[in-house]
């Protein structure tokens, strides 16, 4: 691609963007959702942490799914799920799943992690 097809791109990307983001503030009490919809809604976040995050958890670097005690990062997720269950602080949750993760990469417990 040339260089200002790539500022193009960015461009309407930036105006899908705001469009769709300001289009709840801009026409906000004249759209009523029906609460079923705003129920459903409520959920959305966390759909979307574990579609992210859910992968990276379970496929190794070759794409495979590894659901083994041999993923560190499974182990590491399983552990500060564990200590979330436990302390129900979403911050040191965050510190122990990384110092977990850490300690297994450091100490090549499984080997390289990818």
């Given at each position: 691609?040339?260089?200002?097809?790539?500022?193009?791109?960015?461009?309407?990307?930036?105006?899908?963007?705001?469009?769709?983001?300001?289009?709840?503030?801009?026409?906000?009490?004249?759209?009523?959702?029906?609460?079923?919809?705003?129920e459903?809604?409520?959920?959305?976040?966390?759909?979307?942490?574990?579609?992210?995050?859910?992968?990276?958890?379970?496929?190794?670097t070759?794409?495979?799914?590894?659901?083994?005690?041999?993923?560190?990062?499974?182990?590491?997720?399983?552990?500060?799920f564990?200590?979330?269950?436990?302390?129900?602080?979403?911050?040191?949750?965050i510190?122990?799943?990384?110092?977990?993760?850490?300690?297994?990469?450091?100490?090549?417990?499984?080997?390289?992690?990818?």
């Amino acid at each position: 691609m040339a260089d200002w097809e790539i500022w193009v791109v960015i461009g309407v990307l930036c105006v899908a963007t705001a469009a769709t983001r300001s289009s709840f503030w801009m026409i906000g009490h004249r759209v009523t959702i029906p609460p079923r919809v705003q129920e459903m809604l409520r959920y959305a976040p966390a759909c979307a942490l574990a579609a992210i995050i859910g992968p990276d958890f379970l496929i190794d670097t070759q794409g495979d799914v590894q659901l083994t005690l041999a993923n560190p990062k499974l182990l590491a997720g399983l552990a500060a799920f564990v200590f979330y269950m436990w302390r129900r602080n979403m911050l040191l949750t965050i510190l122990f799943g990384m110092l977990v993760f850490t300690l297994l990469r450091v100490l090549h417990v499984f080997g390289p992690a990818g």
